[in-house]
Structures are given as structure tokens and as C-alpha cells.
């Protein structure tokens, strides 16, 4: 099956660091990818969405300034925290839709734990 | 905002008995899936069911839709402890609309 992974699977760095999440689709091309956050107990929540090679579309409430993301290949997504800070500690997942695939189809990366200090 | 949401948000069950768990959401939908997350990893897809289809079966899952109602129920029959777990239910309003995740519901299977 369509394999996505991210990197790193967990992250602590200091206030006012940045600090970026990479996912990867491993054996398929994704055409649009999405970045979620999962705070503990708690649901998965849209981020945005990206579309390889144009710029991401955010949820409202996502600070695009702070959360930067590319998507420069059919095959990487980029999630960087700028500025992180304490409230950013959170679990990040994407996940890729493979191009081709019937429109269901959405895989999801094992997550990206972050831990501000 | 949040279109599933499950019921009970937790249950806990002897191993070998049958778990159910509900979901309602709000608006129409295309589809309706469901998704297991492990503590602290990530998600693994259950089962799809489409707003044409009314049951659908995977191994010891089956899923129900009920258009009528707005809701979807998954059984897992023959509970294990390996299926302890966080269950998520997530709508799409359209084919390629965004996934709209529930709450969860924390299933614990004890052996």
C-alpha cells in the first residue's frame, strides 16, 4: 500500500526556534498534500492544503507566516514552525493524496511530535 | 468546525466482546471513513463507505450508513487487545472536499 513518512517522528526545541517537518510519499506521486495538528486527546484539525508547485491553502485561523509550507516535489511537503513557541507544542500529520488514485484515497504519515520549551 | 461526532467518546470492553461505535454528522455527504490511531502514532484507514451504500464489511469491521439519520456506526467483532486504540470517523461533503475529522472515541479492550 501508499506509504507516507515524516521526519522527524519527534522534536523539542527552545522558544523562538524554528524548525521543519518533512513528509514524504515513499511510493507514490502526490499531488496535493495536507498538514494537520492533534492536540492531546483531542481530533485531528486541518491546517492547510498544498498543491505541488503552487502555494499552500490555509484554514482559517493558520497563521501562513508562521507555518510556512512547500511543496516542491511530487513526493516532499514541508512544514516549517517559525517562532515556535510553548502553544505550537502539538502532534503534526500529514498526508498525501496520490495522483491517479480515485479521490478518496488520502494517506497519513505517522505524525511529527513537537515539543516547544 | 467539527462535522462527526462519535458516541461514546470512550468504551471499554472485555476481549472477545463486539464494540460498537457511532458516529453523526450534520451536513450531506459523499463519503464517511473510519480510522484507527494507535497512542501517539499515526492514522491507519479502516474502511470507506459511500453515501450510496448502506453497509459495508472488512475482516471483523462492519460499517453502516445511514443517510437518513446522518449517521454511521462501525462494529469490530471479536474484539483483541491490539485493537485498543482511538477510533475516528471523518465525512467529505464532496469527492474532493476536504476529510472533517470527529472527536474520537477511545476504545480500550481489556484481556
Known amino acids: 500500500g501508499a506509504v507516507v513518512s515524516q521526519h522527524p517522528s519527534w522534536v523539542i526545541c527552545k522558544s523562538g526556534t524554528s524548525v521543519k517537518i518533512e513528509c514524504r510519499s515513499l511510493?507514490?506521486?502526490?499531488?496535493?498534500m495536507f498538514w494537520y495538528r492533534q492536540f492531546p486527546k483531542q481530533s485531528l484539525m486541518l491546517m492547510a492544503t498544498?498543491?505541488?508547485?503552487?502555494?499552500?491553502?490555509?484554514e482559517q485561523g493558520v497563521e501562513k507566516d508562521k507555518f510556512l509550507i512547500n511543496h516542491a516535489s511530487l513526493t516532499l511537503s514541508t512544514l516549517t514552525v517559525t517562532s515556535a513557541h510553548p502553544e505550537d507544542s502539538s502532534f503534526y500529520i500529514c498526508?498525501?493524496?496520490?495522483?491517479?488514485?480515485?479521490?478518496?484515497?488520502?494517506?497519513f504519515g505517522p505524525g511529527t511530535r513537537l515539543t516547544v520549551t | 468546525s467539527q462535522q462527526g461526532e462519535e458516541d461514546p467518546q470512550a468504551l471499554s470492553i472485555q476481549e472477545g466482546e463486539n464494540a460498537t461505535m457511532n458516529c453523526s454528522y450534520k451536513?450531506?455527504?459523499?463519503?464517511l471513513q473510519w480510522y484507527r490511531q494507535n497512542s501517539g502514532r499515526g492514522l491507519v484507514h479502516l474502511i470507506l463507505i459511500r453515501s450510496n451504500e448502506r453497509e459495508k464489511h472488512s475482516g471483523r469491521l462492519r460499517v453502516t450508513l445511514d443517510t437518513s439519520k446522518k449517521s454511521s456506526s462501525l462494529l469490530i467483532t471479536a474484539s483483541r487487545a491490539a485493537d485498543t486504540a482511538s477510533y475516528f470517523c471523518a465525512t467529505r461533503t464532496g469527492a474532493n472536499s476536504k476529510l472533517t475529522f470527529g472527536k474520537g472515541i477511545t476504545l480500550s479492550v481489556r484481556p
Open positions: 451536513t450531506s455527504i459523499n463519503n
Open positions: 498544498s498543491n505541488e508547485g503552487s502555494k499552500a491553502t490555509y
Open positions: 498526508s498525501a493524496k496520490a495522483v491517479g488514485q480515485g479521490a478518496y484515497e488520502q494517506y
Open positions: 511510493d507514490f506521486q502526490a499531488t496535493t
